[in-house]
Each structure stands twice: as structure tokens, then as C-alpha cells.
């Protein structure tokens, strides 16, 4: 009978920054996602906008709509002119001065315009972010680790799903 060793499997530096980064995004994405239409509808004196619901309904559903045919474009891009890296920084970081300019209480051309950079920044981040990872993973020594790689990098999205609705419910109850 042979004797069975567990050998921790090591998994390269990338996959751990990927699954930070889409945990991250995810985060934003849902937390954008629960609050947006309270936001929009919220009066003014509480910090919202004091939209009617019909025209919340429509920038939300707009909003949704865009984050979801973007990627496409992203992708495109990526694959015939700047690669999955640059794609990846050039998206995150729009989405980061999207998600800041966000939190600044400003007109409302400026937060249609943090919505904007939001959705062009998750075009290009979204759709090139699992694909490097299984970039990472097709080499011939890690193809073997490829499955539990992904299943770690979708923790990340998970926990980034499930956190947020905590963190806003306490940043609003609190400050």
C-alpha cells in the first residue's frame, strides 16, 4: 500500500493578486448595485438626489444594461490591440476615479459622469481578468491546478458579493 502525502500545492503570486482585484471589484459592484436607486431617491437634505422612481428606475437599469454590454468592447480591445495587463489596469483605474468621484457630493452631471467611467472602466477590467488568470494557469506545470485556481479566484468574487452589503449598511448606520 502506498503511503499518501499531502503536498501543499503552490499556486503562483498572480493568482492571489487576481482574486484581491476581482474580490475588490465585486465589492463596488454590488455595493453600487444596492444603494444606487436609495441614493437617486433619497431627498436632498439626507445626501440623496431626490429623483422620482421612474427616472431612478431608468439611470439603474441603464446603469445595469451598460455594465453588462461593455465587456464585449473591453474584450475586443484586449485581445487585438492592448493585451489582458494593460486592459486590466486601464479599466481598474477608471473604475477607482469612477468610485471616488462617486463619494464626492457634486452636481449631477459629475456623478453621471463617475457612472460613466465606472461602466467604460468594468468594460475593460471584467472580461480580461479571468481570462489572465487562465493565461497564468495553462502552462504546463500548473495546468494541473488550474480547477482550484479558479475556485479560489471565485471565492474572492463571493466574499467581495457578500461583504459589502454589511460594510454599507454599517457606514450608514454610523456615518
Known amino acids: 500500500m502506498e503511503k499518501v502525502t499531502a503536498v501543499k500545492a ?27 436607486y436609495l441614493y437617486l431617491t433619497d431627498t436632498v437634505s439626507h445626501g440623496g438626489r ?18 453588462y454590454l461593455t465587456p464585449f468592447i473591453g474584450g475586443l480591445v484586449a485581445d487585438r490591440y492592448w493585451g489582458y495587463k494593460k486592459s486590466i489596469f486601464f479599466g481598474g483605474t477608471l473604475m477607482a ?22 461602466i467604460i472602466g468594468n468594460g475593460f477590467f471584467k472580461p480580461n481578468v479571468s481570462t489572465l ?19 479560489i479566484f471565485y471565492m474572492g468574487i463571493n466574499i467581495g458579493a457578500l461583504t459589502c452589503n454589511f460594510v454599507a449598511a454599517y457606514l450608514r448606520n454610523n456615518y
Not at 503552490?10 to 448595485?33: D, Q, S, V
Not at 431626490?50 to 455594465?67: E, K, N, P, R, T
Not at 464626492?104 to 460613466?116: C, E, I, K, P, W
Open 133 to 151: 488568470l487562465g493565461n497564468v494557469y495553462n502552462k504546463e506545470e500548473l495546468k494541473d491546478k488550474k480547477d482550484t485556481a479558479y475556485s
Open 10 to 36: 503552490k499556486h503562483p503570486r498572480a493568482l492571489y493578486i487576481l482574486f484581491f482585484t476581482e474580490m475588490w471589484e465585486r465589492f463596488g459592484f454590488y455595493l453600487i448595485i444596492g444603494i444606487l
Open 97 to 118: 476615479l469612477g468610485y471616488f468621484l462617486l463619494a464626492v457630493h457634486g452636481s449631477d452631471a459629475l456623478m453621471y459622469f463617475s457612472l460613466f467611467l465606472v
Open 50 to 67: 431626490g429623483f422620482d422612481s421612474a427616472g431612478s428606475v431608468g439611470i439603474v437599469g441603464s446603469y445595469v444594461a451598460l455594465l
